[in-house]
């Protein structure tokens, strides 16, 4: 992981996002947050440098699958990295490296996304 690697949260559930976002900042990421799919949009849609697309699939409004698949097409070399505990039903066309089952703790997630930034980014 370089240094200020950037990941842009996402989850409905504020408790869920802060914890997150404790989690990764305290592991060395910086973070950016969105309490749903459509503030995600608009950070993804400015000049901010975001490496990472972290995304619960479940919300109201935009679903998580629905916000990776519009964030790809606003910056195709974006990584994503979806959380559900609804497998594999709810969740496809996804690298098994993009996925994470919840629930998950701490270690799983950092150890998770610094396997996806070693990874080659997809693109589509």
Not at 109 to 121: D, N, T
């Amino acid at each position: 992981m370089r240094a200020g690697t950037t990941v842009l949260t996402v989850d409905d559930d504020d408790d869920v996002r802060m914890l997150v976002a404790d989690i990764l900042g305290d592991a060395g990421f910086r973070v950016l947050t969105a309490a749903s799919g459509e503030a995600a949009l608009g950070l993804l849609q400015g000049d901010e440098a975001i490496d990472v697309l972290f995304t619960d699939v479940v919300m109201p409004g935009l679903s998580g699958m629905e916000l990776a698949r519009r964030a790809k097409r606003l910056r195709p070399t974006l990584r994503i990295l979806v959380a559900s505990g609804y497998w594999p039903h709810i969740v496809s066309g996804l690298r098994a490296d993009e996925r994470l089952s919840k629930p998950y703790d701490a270690p799983v997630l950092v150890s998770s996304l610094r396997r996806l930034l070693a990874s080659a980014p997809t693109t589509g």
